[in-house]
Structure formats: structure tokens, C-alpha cells
């Protein structure tokens, strides 16, 4: 089951500041940040790509869906 992560309506950096606990809680495994503004969609792909994680988008409904793959060996 991926774990959902809802930060919208929040503005940066507190969707990047949820997203990077919950990867952090995790050894690996896959989480779903969903944000609706363009600005916490790139913070939240730059961190992502920083720790090394695989990075998935979707758009439905003015919403960003940012599936999040950690894997074993990623930076913390």
C-alpha cells in the first residue's frame, strides 16, 4: 500500500518539509505526495531527485500526484 501524503493547499516549504520525513522514516518504499500548486510540484521533484528516488507525475483535477520510489542505497 503507498502512503498517501496530502499538502495541498500548503505553500513551500511545508509539502517539501512532510515529503522528506516521511522518506526518511522509510528504508524503502514507495509514497504519493499530492500538492496543487506549481512551485511545491518542483520542490517537492528537486528533493525526490536529491535523495536519489524514482520519480513518477501525474495531473488530474489541478493536482499533482508525485509518486516517489526510495530504494535501497538512496541518500538520506
Known amino acids: 500500500m503507498i ?3 496530502d499538502c495541498r ?3 513551500c516549504p ?3 518539509l512532510r ?3 516521511v522518506l526518511d ?3 524503502t518504499g514507495t509514497i504519493c505526495a499530492i500538492v496543487d500548486n506549481p512551485a511545491a510540484k518542483e520542490n ?3 528533493l525526490a531527485a ?3 528516488c524514482e520519480i513518477s507525475l501525474k495531473e488530474k ?3 499533482w500526484y508525485l509518486t516517489i520510489t526510495k530504494t535501497k542505497g538512496v541518500q538520506a
Do not use: Y
Request: glycine share 8%; proline share 4%.
Open 3 to 5: 502512503r498517501e501524503i
Open 25 to 27: 522514516q522509510i528504508e
Open 14 to 16: 511545508l509539502p517539501v
Open 19 to 21: 515529503t522528506k520525513k
Open 50 to 52: 536529491f535523495m536519489g
Open 61 to 63: 483535477e489541478s493536482n
Open 9 to 11: 493547499g500548503l505553500a
Open 44 to 46: 517537492v521533484i528537486r
